[in-house]
């Protein structure tokens, strides 16, 4: 058994407590959220202990693991004061705002050889995982083109402010749900060399951005990302994934995996050449508890067995969440650059001036207006 405590009682840290305190090599301490009504109901109808103070949390009940799961703005610090107490933290992602905090918190875990884990739950997909081992396999060889995308109905008018809403607390589409896809790229392809192109889009929200675009440059190829949650066309969160390689293409999404391999590839067991199908249901283990999906409760599992063994290093943990947080952070910076585009009018400058002359250059002048 492990003493485990829950930061944060919003959607998925009620989500969270509902499952850990179902796990049966678990055993609850304390909850801690700044909402007293919460407090006194779960207190009341549950019988565990509840804080509004973190620290105090931390002091009285003496949790060996803690789960966080509060806005974004505020893990770096409860982080900070889980890990320099010796205790092991699951943290919602994306892990932090700043960067430079995910490395300092990532080294901190490191020296107390603490176990860390962060929320990106599709990598518990049985079809995004089967990707990872096609890849590692060498199944479609060296791939030279990806795309990922995420879509879903979050915000469809304009609403008022809450912590999502405010670009400070990291709120916006591409903390929020870029993420998911991004970290999923970083696993498969590693850190890009650099990112252009990048366009953060207001659709109904005031202050952050709707829609997220992007493109990731590789040693080998390019990958783009693209999210929208203002899509009423999706009923929830749809996440993407197609990558092509010199000897295949894989696509996958939560329900199933589809690749197709040319006959110059190495044939993984189970597949041949031409297209192939799996089934999430046919690559995934039934679950100790179910809420939500199989994958929540198997990284609340994965994150459990790993901080009873004391295994500091493994999925998900803060050294590679501080990747995809590097990479939402150039992303955001590519964003705002002013040099970064090149406009229609400017376009037509360079045409004129470096194209060869003659009919292509007659034909240009005639589209502008004879200028």
């Known amino acids: 058994m492990i003493d485990v405590a829950v930061v944060g009682l919003g959607k998925m840290g009620l989500s969270h407590l509902s499952m850990i305190k179902a796990h049966p090599?678990?055993?609850?301490?304390?909850?801690?959220?700044?909402?007293?009504?919460?407090?006194?109901?779960?207190?009341?109808?549950?019988?565990?202990?509840?804080?509004?103070?973190?620290?105090?949390?931390?002091?009285?009940?003496?949790?060996?693991?803690?789960?966080?799961?509060?806005?974004?703005?505020?893990?770096?610090?409860?982080?900070?004061?889980?890990?320099?107490?010796?205790?092991?933290?699951?943290?919602?992602?994306?892990?932090v705002i700043d960067p430079a905090d995910s490395v300092e918190l990532t080294a901190l875990a490191e020296r107390k050889g603490l176990v860390t884990q962060v929320g990106y739950h599709n990598r518990f997909v049985g079809a995004f995982s089967e990707v990872k081992r096609l890849l590692e396999l060498d199944a479609i060889g060296t791939v030279n083109t990806a795309l990922a995308e995420a879509y879903g109905p979050v915000v469809l008018k304009p609403a008022g402010r809450t912590w999502r809403s405010e670009r400070a607390t990291g709120g916006g589409c591409l903390y929020d749900y870029a993420a998911h896809p991004l970290n999923l790229l970083t696993w498969y392809l590693g850190t890009p060399e650099s990112v252009s192109g990048s366009q953060l889009t207001s659709i109904f929200s005031a202050q952050i951005d709707d829609a997220v675009a992007s493109t990731l440059h590789y040693p080998n190829g390019t990958a783009q990302i693209i999210s929208n949650w203002s899509d009423e066309s999706q009923r929830k969160m749809t996440t993407k994934i197609t990558l092509w390689g010199t000897n295949g293409r894989i696509y996958a999404d939560r329900q199933e995996i589809h690749v197709y391999l040319r006959d110059t590839a190495t044939i993984p067991d189970g597949y041949r050449v031409g297209w192939n199908v799996r089934y999430t249901t046919d690559l995934t283990d039934a679950p100790w508890f179910y809420l939500r999906g199989e994958e929540y409760s198997a990284q609340l599992d994965s994150f459990v067995q790993r901080a009873q063994a004391g295994a500091s290093a493994g999925i998900n943990d803060f050294a590679s969440a501080a990747v995809t947080d590097r990479v939402i952070s150039m992303i955001s910076e590519d964003a705002v650059r002013g040099d970064a585009r090149l406009t229609a009018d400017a376009a037509s400058d360079l045409a004129v001036n470096t194209a060869p002359k003659g009919r292509i250059a007659a034909a240009l002048s005639a589209l502008r207006g004879g200028k």
């Not at 007293?36 to 109901?41: A, K």
């Not at 565990?48 to 505020?74: C, F, G, N, S, W």
């Not at 610090?77 to 994306?94: D, Q, S, T, W, Y």
Request: aromatic share 6%; glycine share 8%; net charge negative.
């Open 25 to 95: 090599e678990v055993n609850l301490v304390g909850v801690c959220d700044a909402t007293g009504y919460l407090l006194d109901i779960l207190a009341k109808y549950t019988g565990v202990k509840t804080y509004k103070d973190l620290d105090k949390m931390l002091d009285e009940a003496r949790p060996q693991a803690v789960i966080i799961a509060t806005p974004t703005h505020l893990h770096a610090g409860m982080i900070r004061n889980a890990l320099e107490r010796g205790i092991h933290v699951f943290c919602e992602k994306p892990l």
